[in-house]
């Protein structure tokens, strides 16, 4: 009996040996970047487990463990690392790991409107950021898709003219400044149709910033600045990577051509040496859609307009560059041909219709280079050149003999040309560690010419600017800021001040409070475009001047929660802006059938955004709400009872599940819009009253699937516009533009759509 009972201790013994042996236990380790400093926020993952923890702020971490020997991968954001470790009972803490990238390069690093690349934390700008990893997990094929989501902004669609529009902040496009690589995008009108005439397979990252940015970047920054970074070589020798991206409109597919809308891209970089390359192109297409297409027949379809217009792109880009210790140039190119085509519907006596095409050709040049003097001095140059052509076509088609006739009516045989050139150099000297100095110079150049433009008017620009930051002490930063201009042609502001300032109020928090004046210069097309024909009557106005602005914003970051496995961050921010001479329509006082632009509008908008950030092991979640006011000018009118702004509330929520088990992912992206008011103006028995008029709120939402199959192939999968969005409801009686219905749904979307994507990616270090 004592035999047997032995026997048994011996063996639970042994048991709760090996139990001990392979529990989990924890263990602590510090990671450090390449200047030593500690390296917080970053993801750490025992390989083939599920355990995962996040670098606090002073680089600690604590992580779960069994015992034996491990594999511990640390993710940078930049790049992975992965270190054989041993766990033991008696080793409960592993050496220092210190990574490849210096303190700046390792955080999420900024360079829109910095003295240099900037972690988010360090600039004295609220800067979002938009990774390429967040655009391939929406399989986004456009700018577009990518901002849809994001709050604050908001498209309309001119179905005339098969473009889009943006607004920011409650301001339009014409007011915020798109930038490619730090490089203006010329766009040929008001609208930012430029946007989604970037290949987002380029793009490395989005950067938005909101609130003037006028005393770096010039005009148009008045709302803010969307810059977009293009990829770089990368660090391995030669990268191959090709994508193909299928996706329904509504219920409308063809495969690969036709109905739906269709993307492949094909590129390759190399680097050797410092040496680097980069080459890319890609083709999209998308068949059009109509909203009577689902049930109507043939000759109905055709007795209609098309409401959205077939297009197709054509792009190609090619970078190559050299970069060292101390300097760095690089020259990239990219190309756009692009075809919107418009059908008006046939006279179905005559079986003739009137089809019109819209042929956008685009060049864009840039050179950049920067050199460091010395450990204080560095210098940045910066030369672009775009060359942009709208051409319209316009024909009679006979379906009876399938041919073709080129109409005569003004503007329907036309090429408009437009031609920027920029040059920017500034030089950044660190005097101390307290004050750093940037003075530059930049030129800008415009030109334009075409049927519908006057004569072929030229705007030469001249600026000095000069700002400074000046830390007294560590937590302190503050950056004031001056713009001198010399125009050629309008009336600028002679100079533009700002002072963006940075509190670390503690460790985890921190404040940033500015002001900043902006200003809008008068566009080619608002001095010298004039547009008469059948249906308008608009004379461009050669005596505008500059819109300004007075911006005041604020935000507060909080960052107090690093725990094992768990991070979050919130940030409020507030913005109340005051615009004059704002540049609108109105009557000629000397031709009352002509609308003209002139300098009257007062405006103003005013609002606040919260957002927070929650990652919890392989979950990761951003929540967020704004509430945006537009002034109302209807309040100027002494008879009229209308509140002063007009608010429209917007709520976004986007989450991703990484699912170790399928090497893969799941992605969901939405954003509730509010009703956007209005107030209209009736008069009944000779007295006036407004009412108040809204477009409908809706729901977007998409739901995608990434999935890493084999070893060199993701697919992608999903569905986007989940609420099958097309037309916003509108209470308004009245024209709302050029090429807009009064009473009318607003349009919106073609619908639900499905997607279903391949991307190959290979890599040779």
């Known amino acids: 009996?004592?035999?047997?009972?032995?026997?048994?201790?011996?063996?639970?013994?042994?048991?709760?040996?090996?139990?001990?042996?392979?529990?989990?236990?924890?263990?602590?380790?510090?990671?450090?970047?390449?200047?030593?400093?500690p390296a917080s926020g970053l993801l750490i993952v025992i390989k083939d487990s599920k355990n995962v923890a996040f670098t606090q702020n002073?680089?600690?971490?604590?992580?779960?463990?069994s015992a034996g020997s491990k594999q511990i991968i640390i993710k940078s954001g930049l790049s992975t690392l992965e270190q054989n470790i041993e766990v033991g009972q008696n080793q409960l803490s592993i050496p220092t790991i210190t990574l490849k990238e210096k303190s700046y390069e390792l955080k999420e690093v900024v360079v829109t409107a910095q003295y240099g690349p900037q972690s988010m934390k360090n600039s004295v700008y609220n800067v979002r950021t938009i990774s390429a990893e967040k655009i391939r997990l929406r399989g986004a094929t456009n700018v577009q898709q990518v901002l849809n989501t994001e709050l604050g902004f908001r498209f309309n669609n001119d179905l005339t003219l098969g473009t889009t529009d943006v607004e920011l902040m409650g301001m339009s496009g014409r007011n915020i400044k798109i930038l490619?690589?730090?490089?203006?995008?010329?766009?040929?009108?008001?609208?930012?149709e430029s946007l989604n005439q970037i290949d987002i397979n380029t793009v490395e990252r989005i950067e938005i910033v909101e609130g003037p940015v006028s005393v770096v970047y010039g005009t148009d920054a008045l709302a803010g600045v969307i810059n977009i970074i293009t990829k770089n070589a990368g660090k391995s020798l030669l990268n191959i990577s090709a994508r193909v991206q299928e996706e329904t409109a509504g219920d409308e597919y063809a495969a690969l051509s036709g109905a739906g809308v269709h993307n492949q891209n094909i590129s390759a970089s190399w680097q050797n040496k410092g040496w680097n390359a980069l080459v890319g192109f890609s083709h999209n297409e998308f068949g059009g859609w109509n909203l009577a297409s689902k049930t109507a027949t043939i000759d109905e379809v055709n007795s209609v307009t098309n409401r959205w217009k077939p297009k197709e792109q054509f792009l190609g880009n090619t970078k190559i560059g050299y970069r060292n210790d101390r300097f760095n140039i690089w020259y990239r190119l990219d190309g756009l041909k692009e075809d919107i085509d418009s059908r008006f519907g046939i006279n179905p006596n005559n079986y003739r219709g009137k089809l019109q095409t819209y042929t956008t050709n685009r060049y864009t040049q840039q050179i950049q280079s920067e050199y460091r003097f010395s450990k204080k001095l560095d210098v940045t140059g910066v030369a672009g050149y775009t060359d942009l052509q709208r051409a319209t076509k316009t024909v009679i088609h006979d379906y009876t003999n399938n041919t073709e006739q080129l109409t005569a009516d003004a503007g329907e045989q036309d090429v408009a040309k437009f031609n920027a050139t920029i040059v920017r150099i500034t030089a950044q000297y660190f005097a101390s560690k307290m004050v750093t100095i940037q003075p530059g110079f930049e030129y800008n150049r415009d030109a334009a010419s075409g049927q519908r433009i006057k004569g072929k008017p030229v705007i030469n620009d001249y600026a000095f600017f000069a700002s400074s930051e000046i830390r007294p002490m560590d937590r302190i930063n503050i950056r004031p800021g001056v713009r001198f201009i010399k125009n050629s042609v309008y009336d600028a502001p002679a100079i533009i001040p700002s002072l963006n300032t940075k509190f670390g109020l503690s460790k985890n928090f921190d404040l940033r409070l500015s002001y900043a004046r902006g200003f809008r210069a008068p566009a080619l097309r608002e001095l010298y475009y004039d547009f008469f024909d059948a249906s308008h009557a608009i004379m461009g106005n050669e005596n505008l001047k500059a819109e300004q602005s007075n911006s005041f914003n604020a935000s507060l970051v909080w960052a107090g929660i690093q725990k094992d496995d768990m991070q979050f961050r919130s940030t409020a921010t507030g913005f109340y802006n005051v615009f004059k001479d704002r540049i609108d329509y109105g009557m000629d006082p000397l031709q009352p059938t002509v609308t003209t632009l002139i300098n009257v509008s007062r405006y103003k908008t005013v609002g606040g955004t919260i957002?927070?950030?929650?990652?919890?092991?392989?979950?990761?979640?951003?929540?967020?709400?704004?509430?945006?006011g537009r002034y109302n000018r209807l309040i100027e009118e002494p008879t009229l009872d209308v509140p002063e702004f007009m608010w429209a509330p917007e709520l976004n929520g986007n989450a991703t599940y990484n699912i170790p088990k399928i090497n893969g992912s799941i992605s969901f992206f939405y954003k509730y819009t509010g009703n956007r008011p209005g107030y209209q103006v009736t008069t009944s028995g000779g007295v006036q009253t407004a009412n108040l008029v809204k477009i409908g709120a809706f729901s977007w939402a998409d739901l995608m699937l990434n999935k890493n199959i084999y070893k060199h192939f993701t697919i992608n999968a999903g569905v986007k516009n989940l609420f099958d969005v097309t037309q916003l409801t509108n209470t308004s009686t009245a024209s709302g533009g050029a090429h807009s219905t009064g009473g009318a749904s607003v349009p919106y979307s073609y619908g639900r759509s499905y997607v279903l994507g391949l991307i190959f990616n290979w890599n040779k270090n």
Not at 186 to 191: H, Q
């Open 1 to 37: 009996m004592k035999l047997y009972l032995l026997a048994f201790l011996l063996l639970v013994s042994i048991s709760l040996k090996a139990q001990d042996t392979n529990k989990n236990l924890t263990i602590t380790g510090k990671v450090l970047t390449a200047d030593g400093l």
């Open 58 to 65: 002073d680089g600690t971490f604590r992580i779960s463990s």
């Open 180 to 192: 490619l690589d730090g490089v203006p995008v010329v766009d040929r009108s008001d609208s930012r």
């Open 611 to 628: 957002d927070n950030t929650f990652i919890l092991q392989n979950l990761q979640v951003n929540v967020g709400f704004s509430y945006i």
